[in-house]
């Protein structure tokens, strides 16, 4: 049986910072929240291959602890970054992320999917889409996400590789177009753009 001591460590939050885009960031996670030690493949390829402009609002949809939404908010500092997730506790680690790393300019908040963000537009919405929820949400993330996007706004998702040709399927369908920006053995990051 493990000790007492053991079980209270793993009440303790997960520490670790990273730098992601340049930017230097300090994160407290816990159990249960996706890839909690530390930032994953796809989240950093993501990262690598998004454009973000100084002004630009941004959405995080599915936004865990935070990694993609704080550092988007952090380029572009006089736009504002909406972080939604369905778990309330992604969505308290990402608000005290934000607090621990002094980005004033995003906020965290609850909504499955699109739910809960109205008619809030932006520039710029990334997801790092899960696998797993089905090709139904899949479907609802990428509609929510073109009658959420300004004339001109960009999205860009990173899914595991098995999922590229649903996802380009879907953009197609959606947007009328889609752009593979990398693909890699595990994880493909596509763009699509609201014309």
Not at 134 to 150: I, Q, R, V
Not at 179 to 185: A, H, T, V, Y
Request: hydrophobic share 40%; with cysteine.
């Amino acid at each position: 049986m493990p000790s007492p001591d053991y079980i209270a460590s793993l009440r303790e939050d997960i520490v670790f910072s990273d730098t992601l885009c340049g930017q230097p960031l300090t994160f407290h996670t816990t159990w249960g929240l996706f890839s909690p030690r530390g930032i994953d493949a796809g989240t950093r390829l993501l990262l690598d291959h998004v454009e973000v402009g100084e002004a630009d609002d941004c959405l995080d949809l599915g936004c865990g602890y935070g990694p993609i939404g704080l550092t988007l908010a952090r380029l572009a500092p006089k736009g504002r970054t909406c972080l939604v997730d369905k778990d309330f506790v992604a969505v308290d680690y990402s608000n005290k992320n934000a607090r621990i790393n002094g980005i004033g300019n995003a906020e965290a908040f609850l909504s499955n999917g699109f739910s809960a963000v109205g008619d809030r537009r932006f520039q710029v919405i990334t997801s790092n889409l899960p696998a797993k929820v089905g090709k139904e949400m899949l479907y609802l993330y990428l509609y929510d996400a073109f009658e959420h996007l300004h004339p001109g706004g960009r999205l860009y998702v990173v899914t595991i590789t098995g999922l590229r040709r649903f996802i380009e399927r879907g953009f197609k369908e959606v947007f009328g177009n889609y752009d593979k920006l990398k693909q890699g053995k595990d994880y493909t990051v596509a763009l699509a753009v609201r014309e």
